[in-house]
């Protein structure tokens, strides 16, 4: 069985398509954003040549994850809360200035604190997708979304994605 397969962040990628010169099985597809996950064999050549670092080799069974305390859960929820705040209160600045320096450094507060909040997320066991959390996230989609095909992804991914906390 495969261990590992290959996923782009098309945010990050600039379709220089060096990863399909070098994909040996043309799973690799920058037209749809997507590598075919039926044809990856996961030997990462593309992720090597990428000079985005947009790709990245992830595993089909993610390890169990390490129990977190609640408290140490609940200070993480804490600063999450926070670096939102921040991150909100940032965005008012930017958009309510002239003065193009303050602007500019508005954004850059804005931005890390969104990276923080993201990384301080996973850390509290969100955004893991092995996670029970995630699972919760996910249902929660599944009966509260009206878009039929956010539904139908978040169904698929609930399949695809066993919880092992
Ligand atoms: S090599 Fe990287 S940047 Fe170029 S097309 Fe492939 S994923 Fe995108
Ligand atoms: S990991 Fe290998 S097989 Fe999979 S898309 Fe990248 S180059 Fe192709």
Same mark, same amino acid.
């Given at each position: 069985?495969?261990?590992?397969?290959?996923?782009?962040?098309?945010?990050?990628?600039?379709?220089?398509?060096?990863?399909?010169?070098?994909?040996?099985?043309?799973?690799?597809?920058?037209?749809?954003?997507?590598?075919?996950?039926?044809?990856?064999?996961?030997?990462?050549?593309?992720?090597?040549?990428?000079?985005?670092?947009?790709?990245?080799?992830?595993?089909?069974?993610?390890?169990?994850?390490?129990?977190?305390?609640?408290? #140490?859960?609940? &200070? %993480?929820? /804490?600063?999450?809360?926070?670096?939102?705040? +921040?991150?909100?209160?940032?965005?008012? !600045?930017? *958009?309510?200035?002239?003065?193009?320096?303050?602007?500019?450094?508005?954004?850059?507060?804005?931005?890390?604190?969104?990276? #923080?909040?993201? &990384? %301080?997320? /996973?850390?509290?066991?969100?955004?893991?997708? +092995?996670?029970?959390?995630?699972?919760? !996230?996910? *249902?929660?989609?599944?009966?509260?979304?009206?878009?039929?095909?956010?539904?139908?992804?978040?169904?698929?991914?609930?399949?695809?994605?066993?919880?092992?906390?």
């Amino acid at each position: 069985m495969k261990k590992m397969r290959a996923i782009r962040n098309i945010r990050l990628c600039t379709k220089d398509c060096l990863c399909l010169y070098v994909c040996p099985t043309g799973a690799s597809d920058t037209e749809n954003g997507q590598i075919d996950a039926t044809k990856c064999i996961g030997c990462g050549m593309c992720v090597q040549s990428c000079p985005s670092h947009a790709l990245s080799l992830v595993p089909y069974e993610y390890p169990a994850q390490q129990v977190k305390e609640p408290a #140490m859960i609940d &200070d %993480l929820h /804490r600063l999450i809360s926070s670096k939102s705040k +921040q991150e909100s209160a940032m965005r008012y !600045l930017k *958009q309510h200035q002239q003065d193009p320096i303050i602007m500019q450094l508005a954004q850059a507060i804005e931005t890390s604190n969104r990276v #923080m909040a993201e &990384d %301080l997320a /996973r850390e509290a066991g969100y955004m893991l997708p +092995q996670s029970q959390n995630t699972h919760t !996230l996910l *249902q929660m989609i599944i009966e509260t979304v009206d878009d039929e095909n956010i539904k139908k992804m978040a169904k698929e991914l609930v399949k695809l994605l066993p919880v092992n906390d």
